[in-house]
C-alpha cells in the first residue's frame, strides 16, 4: 500500500531532509563585501573575500568549524523517513517511527537555530536565514501529517475488526 497518501508525505519528508543539505542555512556578509560567512549542514565557513564575492580564485578560508552532525541527523531523518514508507503493514511501528523523526528533525532545527545564534556575531554585518534552515521546518509539518493519516487508518482498521 505504497500509493497512500501518507506515503506521498513521507517521501516529502526524505526529499525536504536531503535538500536541507543541498543548501546552506544561513549567510552572513560583511557591509563592504569583504568577508562571507556560511553555515551548512557539515561545516561553517568564514572566507575573507578580497572584495569580489563572484570571483572564488582569491578567496582566503578564514575559519572553518565542522557542524557534521546537523548533516548526519539530517541524513538519519531522511532514512528513517524512506523505512517507515515501507512499513504499511505495521502501522503502530509506523507510528512510532514517525515520533523518532520528530524528535531528530527537532534537534536538526534546535541545533541549527543554536549555531546561527553563535555563529552571529563573527562578522559586522547582517545574517540572513536560508531556505536550508526551512526544510527541516516543512519537514516536520509533512512528517505530522503522515502521522495522522497513519493514525486514521488504524482507527479504521480497528473499527472494522471490531464490525467482524
Do not use: H
Not at 37 to 60: I, Q, R, Y
Not at 132 to 161: H, Q, T, W
Amino acid at each position: 500500500m505504497i500509493q497512500r497518501i501518507q506515503s506521498l508525505f513521507l517521501f516529502g519528508v526524505a526529499f525536504l531532509m536531503g535538500l536541507t543539505n543541498a543548501y546552506y542555512m544561513w549567510g552572513e556578509m560583511s557591509a563592504d563585501q569583504s568577508t562571507v560567512a556560511t553555515l551548512t549542514t557539515f561545516k561553517m565557513k568564514v572566507v575573507e573575500t578580497a572584495g569580489t564575492v563572484s570571483d572564488l580564485t582569491d578567496d582566503t578560508i578564514i575559519r572553518e568549524d565542522g557542524t557534521w552532525y546537523i548533516g548526519a541527523l539530517t541524513i538519519l531523518a531522511s532514512i528513517i523517513a524512506l523505512v517507515s514508507i515501507f512499513q504499511f503493514k505495521n502501522r503502530l511501528n509506523q507510528m512510532k517511527l514517525g515520533a523518532l523523526n520528530a524528535l531528530i528533525m527537532a534537534a536538526v532545527l534546535g541545533l541549527s537555530y543554536y549555531k546561527i545564534y553563535q555563529f552571529e556575531g563573527l562578522i559586522d554585518g547582517t545574517g540572513q536565514i536560508s531556505f536550508g534552515f526551512y526544510c527541516p521546518a516543512g519537514a516536520m509539518l509533512l512528517n505530522i501529517m503522515a502521522n495522522r493519516f497513519i493514525r486514521k487508518d488504524e482507527k479504521l482498521v480497528k473499527s472494522v475488526d471490531r464490525i467482524r
